[in-house]
């Protein structure tokens, strides 16, 4: 269409290469290509955003030539356009020759015009005084425009105290998000502990004025915290000073997470927001009544003080921000109860090791009323929520992160054998049917549900790990299949009335879950093929691992063709069951 029309090539050039997405190897190849070159150097000033998951050097090497044009094409009045990129993603796992140095001068190159930078490559946090910390003095001293910064958020990142109080302090004042890993903080000398310690400002620090949410994964560990509690409390607290009172603040659930290392630490974010974030813990599986009621009486004394004395606003408000539960709800149920009325209270992270006795209308409350929540786990076998449950409320959770549960009773017409190889019946009152029509019409009612169940998961734009499986503990069971002889592998609990997760089913509804990187469906009978694998990879920018995908299952007596090469041409990692 743009090589027949001017006005169409003019119209869609700049939207055509103002995003560079290369998301799998087959694309990798593309971009380095002579062709790939040639284009780039002509649309450079289109160029916006360039994402990829390349580990390939000479991948960043070639985007690196395009940003910063070689010396004998730069200068002259017919010169390429210069390049305004404004976002960078940069996800791949290690760099390999000379790819981490490339990622310094681009970053250099483009730190006036970016808006957004992600960056998660281990070896570019590996290696603290080469790549780690000017890395970090690029992102301060030259990010004047820079507002969302996302940095090696599921990897261990290991800093010098100093160096990461000084980054904290200096960061750009522009900044509206800063999520960060898992970062640990090993002992440092003697000298770099009294510079940590000093009242007063570093060198550049910032106010932070416009700072709505900042993510740390830091928390207390014998190996990586500081012995002397005044260097870890100076890591935090100026830098929280500098930020507004309608900043969120998030760590990680635990009652080791960076805002309870030290107290100093805990009142500066109490001061911040107005809220004091406290931790709960439940360790034990058996209760009388007696501890169970004395439990519960301490989970809702913290919003209970609050509602008797609405008008006490002079000092922070206590809440729990998380909450661990060690054995199952029905055996303190009191103090569940507590733990449901939480919710709607500022919860930001509840897991609960057994998740199989909690009843379907206490997992609707939950993602019903917790507005604050930010993960729902359940470490062992996830609870199950019937789908006329699930759509009787609305979810208001729209911040999760993290959820698993089992969504049941989903009537599956296609589904013809349980894990035993039994004929299943499709219709409730187990009467057989022949009838073309009708199965066609059980089969578009199946759809209109999941569709309805796909737009309820869809409202969690913020997931980064759904997992919808059963969790993996006893060993499968194999069975032949009598069409066509064909064997599977599979377990007592095999899902058989739960999500197709194909798109003929409306997985697609799920396309605006771009912060998606893990999805599980272990023990499911869905319908993931080459086909779904594809779109992941084209939707999800983020999309990392698939687990549950089985070589062999009923899948109406279909298996996967292991040897098809697209299978491995897609950009997306993948697990057998």
């Known amino acids: 269409m743009t090589l027949v029309s001017k006005a169409w090539y003019h119209a869609y050039t700049p939207f055509l290469y103002s995003l560079i997405p290369l998301q799998n190897l087959t694309q ?47 200068g002259g009045v017919s010169g390429p356009a210069e390049m305004r990129l404004t976002e960078l993603y940069l996800m791949g796992d290690k760099f390999r020759k000379n790819g981490n140095d490339c990622v310094l001068k681009i970053l250099e190159a483009c730190s006036s015009t970016l808006r957004k930078l992600q960056l998660n490559v281990e070896t570019l946090a590996s290696n603290q005084h080469q790549h780690l910390l000017p890395l970090l003095r690029i992102i301060s001293d030259s990010m004047t425009q820079l507002q969302h910064l996302c940095l090696f958020r599921n990897l261990v990142v290991q800093i010098q105290p100093f160096a990461m109080r000084c980054f904290l302090e200096t960061c750009p004042s522009s900044l509206v998000t800063l999520t960060l890993g898992w970062f640990h903080f090993p002992i440092q000398c003697k000298e770099k502990d009294e510079q940590t310690k000093d009242p007063a ?41 500098s930020c507004s009172s309608d900043i969120k603040t998030y760590g990680i659930n635990s009652n080791h997470s960076w805002e309870f290392i ?56 206590d809440i729990w921000t998380s909450i661990k539960m060690g054995g199952c709800p029905l055996s303190s149920p009191i103090t ?9 209270h500022g919860l930001q992270n509840l897991q609960i090791h057994l998740g199989e006795g909690i009843a379907n209308k206490d997992l609707q409350t939950i993602l019903h009323t917790g507005t604050a929540l930010r993960r729902l786990t359940f470490k062992n076998n996830w609870p199950s929520l019937d789908f006329r449950v699930m759509l009787q409320s609305t979810w208001n959770c729209t911040l999760l992160t993290e959820l698993n549960i089992q969504i049941t009773n989903i009537p599956r017409p296609d589904v013809l054998f349980d894990w035993k190889g039994d004929r299943i ?48 503990q006893l060993p499968s069971v194999k069975v032949t299949i009598p069409h066509n002889g064909k064997t599977g592998s ?67 007596c279909l298996l996967y063709d292991l040897e098809d090469p697209d299978l491995n041409k897609c950009g997306v990692g993948y697990e057998w069951s």
């Not at 569940?336 to 709607?344: G, P």
Request: charged fraction near 25%.
């Open 28 to 74: 990798d190849l593309a971009f380095l290509t002579p062709e790939s070159k040639a284009a780039l150097l002509l649309y450079r000033q289109h160029i916006r955003v360039f994402r990829t998951r390349s580990t390939r050097g000479n991948v960043i090497q070639q985007f690196l030539n395009t940003l910063v044009l070689p010396k004998h094409l730069r």
């Open 201 to 241: 400002a570093v060198r550049g620090a910032k106010p932070h004025p416009n700072l709505k949410v900042f993510s740390l994964g830091a928390g207390y560990s014998s190996a990586f915290t500081p012995v002397d509690p005044e260097v870890t409390s100076a890591i935090f607290v100026r830098f929280l000073q």
């Open 262 to 317: 030290q107290p100093e630490v805990t009142d500066a974010v109490a001061t911040l927001t107005g809220t004091r974030p406290r931790y709960f813990q439940v360790d034990a599986v058996e209760f009388s009544s007696e501890e169970d009621q004395a439990m519960a009486d301490e989970v809702s004394s913290l919003w209970r003080t609050y509602q008797e004395t609405p008008n006490n606003n002079d000092k922070p408000r």
């Open 336 to 344: 569940f109860n507590a733990i449901l009325e939480s919710c709607q």
């Open 425 to 472: 019946l499709p219709f409730p009152d187990r009467a057989e049917t022949t009838t073309t029509s009708s199965s066609s019409m059980e089969m578009d009612e199946s759809r209109r549900i999941q569709r309805k169940i796909y737009t309820r998961l869809a409202t969690l734009v913020n997931l980064e790990s759904l997992q919808l499986g059963g969790a993996r």
């Open 490 to 556: 599979f377990h007592r609990s095999q899902q058989l009335d739960c999500l197709e997760m194909s798109l003929d089913s409306g997985l697609d509804i799920l396309s605006g879950m771009k912060s998606l990187r893990k999805l599980y469906v272990h023990r499911m009978e869905h319908r993931i093929g080459i086909r779904e694998m594809k779109w992941f990879e084209r939707e999800f920018p983020e999309f990392q691992s698939l687990f549950g995908i089985e070589p062999q299952t009923t899948r109406t």
